[in-house]
């Protein structure tokens, strides 16, 4: 197909603003499809694009694998760029224990009431994959999560503005930092992002003039199961039914009331029953790691300016899709929808700045900036085509694609500062393992990266944290409610205990609970029986820290 003829592709010269495809019901662009007019009901569905962006649905695809292709290696080298983080230590160790307990009958602990995301969904998944190929294993399944997110992202965004939208939405989000490392991340926040966005492409695919009953429930029973493997998707509950009603409103009111009704109703039904299924564990989980989650220190600016860091190019594009649809004033819904696609990208930043915390805010963004993408997709659509065709359409495509070096190269430095922010737990779990077999109670700032490598992991009920107590039956001293998640233990508990000489060995960090770290160092080196056993140094970047383990030394 040479370029004159690229130019005088489907709708990308034949047809302006004021036509539609024939096939809307379907929502897909076919190239040399018959064109009727736009209902005053119906929002119009573009599809501008050339050469690789038509022709044959395998040529088509072409640039889909290529964005594949860039996604996979930038995150494939981040795999093994350092060890478990704390929390897919935990996710993956409490995976592990989860199969135990099914298949053995196993006791457990009581995860539900402190993880933030139900522990009978992703943890074994991620065990499973775990059990195949180790932590490399479980991070390769995030990376297959977010690979078929990318790949309905371009479905998403090509049903409603055309192939080459498409492909640049999906290339925008597929090179963004967040989405690079949640590649490569074993925990829950790749399999929460698929699942909404398989509830968006339902909501997309949804036949115009036609109640869709059936996809509405399936979108509201998916968006149940990603709100239950991670809670915080719960934010992201008002753009999917948003999506609904602005994409079914050309097709009148009733119908798109009709629409969310059976999402809503189906969410909220399935959401309400696992709860009481769950019971009180699961609701204690829910209110303190979502709903009443305890605020952080950072300030609203900085978390504002590192979320804007991480997703400005999409964001900004995103907003040049909203303001061109409405300059226009041509397709009020289109405008809308637009909007709201935007809005979800600062849903999560707004929510974590109001919380002055950045945790898991990189994690947010990501799951916003899919959504944003679209958006985005549509901007450089609108650019593209606002090109004369031919020669200078073809270059001006040609220009935005490799401008996307640029988002390529902020991504890949952004993604391998966030799989390498924590230390190296090799060298200590060398040391602590010959410790931990020696039997006894231990106390570890962190123990869920001991507790994953170290085959003394299993036995739970000797691993304690600085912010829970766990006593011999598997009771604690107050649960993980004490201080909430983020939050330290109580220093009179651990004051009891290192009384007792409860603890065979202590390691100590002094990061996460600073405070109480220094009044338990304080107990140690005041009591007669417990003596510093080995000094352990990390490194995060050029950053040297060290953990401090201490030996129980029963008097003679």
């Not at 106390?443 to 739970?460: F, H, K, M, R, T």
Request: glycine share 10%.
């Amino acid at each position: 197909m040479d370029r004159s003829q690229a130019g005088r592709d489907l709708l990308s010269s034949q047809v302006t603003e004021g036509s539609a495809q024939s096939e809307a019901g379907s929502g897909r662009a076919t190239a040399g499809a018959d064109e009727a007019p736009v209902t005053s009901r119906r929002a119009v569905k573009t599809a501008r694009a050339g050469g690789w962006f038509t022709g044959t649905r395998a040529r088509a695809g072409l640039p889909l694998l290529a964005v594949l292709v860039v996604q996979t290696l930038l995150s494939a080298r981040l795999l093994g760029a350092d060890t478990a983080f704390v929390d897919e230590a935990a996710y993956l160790w409490a995976g592990h224990l989860e199969w135990a307990h099914w298949l053995h009958g196993v006791a457990i602990p009581p995860f539900s009431a402190y993880f933030s995301g139900s522990p009978v969904i992703y943890p074994p998944l991620g065990a499973l994959a775990d059990s195949v190929g180790g932590l490399t294993g479980a991070r390769v399944l995030s990376l297959v999560f977010m690979l078929g997110a990318t790949v309905l992202l371009w479905d998403v965004t090509s049903r409603m503005f055309g192939r080459q939208a498409g492909f640049f939405a999906a290339a925008l989000f597929a090179v963004a930092g967040p989405t690079l490392h949640l590649g490569a991340f074993a925990t829950y926040d790749a399999i929460a992002l698929f699942l909404l966005a398989v509830a968006a492409w339902l909501v997309a695919g949804a036949a115009e003039q036609q109640e869709a009953v059936g996809r509405m429930a399936g979108t509201g029973a998916v968006l149940a199961l990603a709100n239950a493997t991670a809670y915080s998707s719960v934010l992201f509950d008002p753009v999917i039914v948003a999506l609904a009603l602005v994409i079914a409103l050309p097709s009148g009111r009733r119908l798109a009331a009709r629409r969310c009704g059976a999402l809503v109703t189906v969410l909220v039904a399935v959401l309400l029953l696992g709860v009481l299924l769950g019971g009180t564990s699961y609701w204690q989980g829910i209110t303190q790691t979502t709903l009443a989650r305890a605020a952080g220190a950072a300030s609203t600016l900085q978390v504002l300016a590192d979320a804007w860091s991480w997703s400005g190019i999409i964001v900004t594009l995103a907003l040049c899709g909203v303001i061109t649809s409405w300059v226009s004033r041509r397709f009020a819904a289109q405008t809308w929808l637009l909007a709201v696609l935007t809005a979800a990208a600062l849903l999560g930043p707004l929510e974590q700045a109001h919380l002055h915390t950045l945790d898991a805010l990189n994690k947010h963004v990501g799951l916003g900036a899919w959504f944003a993408a679209i958006a985005a997709g549509y901007a450089l659509d609108k650019f593209i085509s606002a090109s004369p065709a031919g020669q200078p359409r073809a270059l001006t495509c040609s220009a935005c694609v490799i401008a996307l070096a640029l988002p390529v190269s902020l991504g890949a430095t952004q993604s391998h500062e966030f799989a390498t922010s924590w230390p190296d737990s090799s060298t200590f779990t060398a040391v602590f393992r010959p410790l931990a077999s020696q039997g006894g109670h231990l106390l570890v700032e962190d123990p869920s990266i001991a507790e994953y490598y170290l085959p003394a992991g299993s036995q739970w009920q000797r691993w304690s944290s600085t912010r829970n107590i766990v006593l011999p039956g598997g009771t604690n001293t107050g649960g993980p409610t004490h201080g909430g998640v983020v939050g330290a233990g109580d220093p009179a508990a651990f004051d009891r205990y290192i009384a007792q000489h409860y603890f065979s060995f202590i390691a100590l960090n002094f990061t996460d609970t600073t405070a109480l770290d220094h009044h338990i160092a304080t107990l140690v080196h005041r009591s007669r029986y417990y003596t510093t056993d080995d000094v352990v140094p990390y490194y995060i970047g050029s950053t040297k820290g060290t953990y401090i383990i201490y030996k129980y030394e029963p008097p003679k």
